[in-house]
């Protein structure tokens, strides 16, 4: 190993220890929501993706999806996006670029608060949305949750 | 195109005029300012008296090219979009995107209605873009890709939209998005852009009676895309100072696949497409790999482009060439992206095709979308 590999490995060790404080400290634990009147029961964070980045409309059962977003600059959108779909903010803005601008679809509506979101999904069959767990209550029901 | 550019030209103004807090309305936009210049250059003599040389495409749709000395004219551009639903399953749409390639212009790219009876079935009618591959629909949004422009060795071709109508069906299978579309139309270009490469006399090129089909198969680390384009082709060429056809109703066939991964931070991009116009003139072929990674805010390409054509009439004067594309975007800030790109084209077309000649090319850019 060389120095400069050695140092280079060192930094990333450091940069990961520093990475998990933050994370712990900054990341909630989330939850995926639906509505209770949704037959949908459990859903992959795949299909939740799929829906958030434009892939798809429709929900595992068939029906139509209403996904609805947390604001940008908000605690969880980063969190999501790169938990349930692995994607950076700018690739998630690049990938909607791509179907906006070309007829495909337009990107989910981005809600005030969380607790906007939970009302939204209680009141609407085809919504889905992401909340922090603590933020959850019997209006809706939860198909995924993420660590 | 009056009747569809005033329908884009209303939309526009009916988004415009809405109060902004309309949900029924939205205005939307991207721009791209991109410079270049060619570093070397093997053709010393203008092309099609037209183009200073030493030279290099940059957009052989729009006919934009670069030569030595900087130049922002042949790829910056400033898209701007309004949709307007005007009842819950209704749509229209205008987008009209100004270029400077050949003068400052306005070009009206997009402008449809768009009726979606239930979650899985959109149907579209009026001017759209053609998705003759993977990029095309969103060609003009650089933001949306990592390139400075797609591989050109595949996205070289004379025509661009279309009017018609689109019938697209989405579903979910299992973790697999399925995304098809049916579409149907003509196009007629007068004095086209792409021929001005190719031609030192105006041509018109209509292709007419278009019928063609894509589906787009995802999951979340692979994309896969194919396509099947049949249409007949009409030119008219101006050399003798009229207006001369010189090609009526010829059939050709344009198929392709695409196939994208981003598996962690690595991604590939490639893309097969084939012209298949050997009833008339030829058949062309190109194709493109990229290999890139992603580090932070940065993603360094490597790209590989090939086009090769062949020509059972006139085997010498065929177009071919080879493209190695190094390039790199950096994020700035939450929608802008500053891109830097290096491409080595290798002109090995002929030996009775005069072309464009060997070129090395830096070009910057900012991409953006509002």
Known sequence: MTTSTMSRSLTRVLA??????????????????????NPVANMSAEQVSALFLGKSSVMPSGATAAPVDQQEAGPLYEEFYAKVAGKSSSQVKAAWSRLTFSGKGTPPRAMASSVEIRKFVASNVDAIGYIEKSAVDASVKVVLSVN | MPGLFGLGLLALVLGLSQPAQAQDFDFKGFGTLAVGAVQSGSRETQLMG????????ADYGHG?????SWSASPESKLGLQSTWKFAPQWSATG??????????????????????PSS??????????????????????????????????????EVINFNGFTAAYNTQLGDWSLRGSAFGGREATKDNDAAKIYYDSRQDITWKGIVGADLELANDWLTLRFNLIKNKVDQWDYSSGTREQVTRSQAQLIYGVAANIDWEDWLLRSEYSIFDRSDFAYKANGVAIAVGHRFGKFTPMLTLGRYRETNRWAPDTV?????????????????TALKVQWDRFKDKSGPELDFVGNSKLITLSLDTVF
């Open chain 1, 16 to 37: 990961g220890l520093l990475l998990s404080f933050t994370v712990a400290s900054a990341w909630a634990e989330m939850v995926i929501i639906v509505n209770p009147k």
């Open chain 2, 50 to 57: 037209r183009y200073d040389c030493p030279c290099a495409i």
């Open chain 2, 64 to 68: 934009g090219l670069y030569s030595k």
């Open chain 2, 95 to 116: 987008q009209v995107v100004v270029r400077d390639v050949d003068g400052l212009k306005a070009g009206l790219e997009w402008a449809y209605l768009s009726y979606t």
């Open chain 2, 120 to 157: 899985n079935w959109t149907l579209q009618l009026g001017r759209k873009r053609l998705p003759l591959f993977y990029y095309s629909d969103f060609q003009d949004v650089g933001y949306a890709y990592n390139w400075i422009r797609p591989p050109q060795d595949v996205y070289g071709w």
């Open chain 2, 319 to 335: 177009q071919r060439d080879d493209t190695l594309s190094l390039s790199l975007r950096y994020e700035l800030g939450r929608s």
